[in-house]
């Protein structure tokens, strides 16, 4: 129904930035949470950042996490059906696979506690010296 494709990972030096990008198969608007997760080997996978994608995501929501807050923007393009995820001052704790996921619902502020509808494959980042 909703298929999500990651791309722009890759391995980078501490302090160094990766654009990820995900592709959706259907209109943004038909659904309401878009997010990127990750997740380490051995880790629980961990959210990242939110955005609500409906009104072309004119309503500017976005939730991140505190230990990419200020560092990590993610943002939206409804006439592309993408979201974006810009990492800056990336660190060797921010590497993991990074996922694409989007819900028909929106879950607000513990949007990271739920299992979204939706996923992408997944892209690698990174981050050692």
């Known amino acids: 129904q909703v298929q999500l494709v990651e791309s722009g990972g890759g391995s980078v030096l501490p302090g160094g930035s990766l654009r990820l990008s995900c592709t959706a198969s259907?209109?943004?608007?038909?659904?309401?949470?878009m997010a990127w997760f990750r997740q380490a080997p051995g880790k629980e996978r961990e959210g990242v950042a939110l955005?609500?994608?409906?009104?072309?995501?004119?309503?500017?929501?976005?939730m991140y996490a505190d230990s990419v807050k200020g560092r990590f923007t993610i943002s939206g393009d409804s006439a592309k059906k993408m979201i974006f995820l810009e990492m800056n001052n990336l660190q060797p704790d921010d590497t993991a696979t990074y996922y694409c996921?989007?819900?028909?619902?929106?879950?607000?502020?513990?949007?990271?506690?739920?299992?979204?509808?939706?996923w992408g494959q997944g892209t690698q980042v990174t981050v050692s010296s």
């Open positions: 955005i609500y994608s409906q009104g072309s995501f004119s309503y500017g929501v976005t």
């Open positions: 996921a989007a819900d028909p619902k929106w879950y607000g502020a513990t949007w990271y506690k739920y299992a979204f509808e939706y």
């Open positions: 259907v209109d943004t608007n038909k659904i309401s949470s």
